[in-house]
């Protein structure tokens, strides 16, 4: 069975500060996808990443950086010189091919960027 | 506007009563799927439907609950006797495709049995 956790339910931080969020996922499955998704206080969760089960290459898109490590099963999420506009909770999901590729997701990380 | 949409944003209900929530998803997106939030969780998946076929349901999804996609397009989601559990936030979200795409998520509705 597919299992993501999220050890960090909040965490705080001062804008500028970097930040990163863990992401542990459990699967028996070789061939599965990882995302990460975004729901700001306005509710609609906004895709961020994708990422295969084959591709282990980090990838790094303006201030937002991700760090895939399959010997860990890990997919953490790193913002740089976080803003207030980056406060939101933050969701890493697991889909597998042996789940019919239904996302599982985890509990979530609530950030706050204080000014 | 061309996201997905999601009707009613709120309801409020007695327990008991039945409710349908409707979602309309991204026009050429084949999949769609119902989840449901509760404070503190991530979503959690209630069922999908691929065009008009729904292929899968979670445990989750209780007799109480029905998901329809008559045309392949608009879904709706009926809760019937509705119970105070049944509180929580109701997310629609529909992909191109298949479980490999992202997904597009609703607003949501927000669902208060008292």
């Known amino acids: 069975a597919q299992k993501v956790t999220q050890a960090q339910t909040e965490i705080s931080v001062v804008e500028k500060e970097d930040v990163t969020l863990d992401c542990v996922y459990e699967?028996?499955?070789?061939?599965?996808?990882l995302f990460w998704y975004k729901q700001p206080p306005s509710g609609e969760l906004v895709f961020l990443i994708r990422?295969?089960?084959?591709?282990?290459q980090n990838e790094i898109s303006g201030r937002y950086s991700w760090n895939f490590q399959k010997s860990t099963s890990s997919f953490n999420f790193t913002i740089t010189a976080s803003q207030v506009v980056d406060s939101a909770v933050y969701f890493c999901?697991?889909?597998?091919?042996?789940?019919?590729?239904?996302?599982?997701f985890g509990r979530g990380t609530s950030l706050i960027v204080h000014p | 506007d061309t996201g997905v949409s999601q009707d009613p944003r709120h309801k409020i209900t007695k327990r008991g009563q039945n409710v349908t929530f409707r979602c309309d998803p991204i026009s050429e997106h084949n999949r769609l799927y119902w989840y449901r939030q509760t404070l503190g969780q991530g979503p959690e998946f209630l069922t999908y439907?691929?065009?008009?076929?729904?292929?899968?349901k979670s445990r989750l999804l209780s007799d109480r609950f029905s998901a329809e996609r008559p045309k392949g397009s608009f879904s709706t989601l009926e809760i019937q006797r509705t119970e105070q559990g049944d509180s929580a936030m109701y997310l629609c979200a529909s992909s191109l495709i298949g479980g490999l795409d992202e997904q597009f998520f609703g607003p949501g509705t927000r669902l208060t049995v008292l």
């Open positions: 990422r295969n089960s084959f591709d282990e």
């Open positions: 699967t028996r499955d070789t061939t599965y996808y």
């Open positions: 439907f691929q065009n008009e076929a729904q292929l899968e």
């Open positions: 999901a697991l889909s597998e091919a042996g789940g019919s590729y239904i996302p599982t």
